[in-house]
Nanobody, 116 residues
Framework: QVQLVESGGGLVQPGGSLRLSCSAS????????MSWYRQAPGKERELVAAISSGGSSTNYADSVKGRFTISRDNAKNTVYLQMVSLKPEDTAVYYCNAKFYSFEHWGQGTQVTVSS
């Protein structure tokens, strides 16, 4: 069955770094656009970053541009989110998303907490 499993979240101090990973299985990974979303308490889920199926095109929310980098390894069926210069406002549950036309899958999420 389809699975998206996120890992790499945790507690980090402001200014610190984390790398999130999302391991995919059960579908043709290299056909899917992959994205990272996040949802903070009391807020709507928002798109953080996305990458095309082949990895040649990326886009980012304005709030993370220059600090976050999305990448993928189609040989490993994995998408990454490298986060640097983390801020308290980056605190949220981060979700991996896979989309191909009307087919869409979500991971269970991983908590990222930025606090001193």
């Amino acid at each position: 069955q389809v699975q998206l499993v996120e890992s790499g979240g945790g507690l980090v101090q402001p200014g610190g770094s984390l790398r999130l990973s999302c391991s995919a299985s059960g579908f043709t990974f290299n056909s899917y656009r992959m994205s990272w979303y996040r949802q903070a308490p009391g807020k709507e889920r928002e798109l953080v970053a996305a990458i095309s199926s082949g990895g040649s095109s990326t886009n980012y929310a304005d709030s993370v541009k220059g600090r976050f980098t999305i990448s993928r390894d189609n040989a490993k069926n994995t998408v990454y989110l490298q986060m640097v210069s983390l801020k308290p406002e980056d605190t949220a549950v981060y979700y991996c998303n896979a989309k191909f036309y009307s087919f869409e899958h979500w991971g269970q999420g991983t908590q990222v907490t930025v606090s001193s």
